[in-house]
């Protein structure tokens, strides 16, 4: 059973920047997704970015153009950098992985990022 670990997150004032970062607790093997969604308080769980291990990318369109993801598959890791950063922001971030082959779904337990002056 692969397991993610998040870290990163936190507090960080509007307009600016946050790194987070998700690794996986065993090798992956097959095709596969990485990623990102997120939670706000009140809402529905909605994507921020995935990666295939091919290296294609899928961005949410309130994060596209401020947000950029990268995965290295060595390592099984996956990483959000977060730029010019909004209150509307605010989530939990959920780190998450999908096998393609079997459909299985994985995901971290999140991580606070808050965007607040």
């Known amino acids: 059973q692969v397991q993610l670990v998040e870290s990163g997150g936190g507090l960080v004032q509007p307009g600016g920047s946050l790194g987070l970062s998700c690794a996986a607790s065993m090798r992956i093997f097959g095709a596969n997704l990485m990623g990102w969604y997120r939670q706000a308080p009140g809402k529905q769980r909605e994507l921020v970015a995935t990666?295939?291990?091919?290296?294609?990318?899928n961005y949410g369109g309130s994060v596209r153009g401020r947000f950029s993801i990268s995965r290295d598959n060595v390592k099984d890791n996956v990483s959000l950098q977060m730029t010019s950063l909004k209150p509307e922001d605010t989530a939990v971030y959920y780190c998450?992985?999908?096998?393609?082959?079997?459909?299985?779904?994985?995901w971290g337990r999140g991580t606070q990022v808050t965007v607040s002056s």
């Open positions: 998450y992985l999908r096998k393609l082959l079997t459909k299985e779904d994985y």
């Open positions: 990666i295939h291990n091919d290296g294609s990318r």
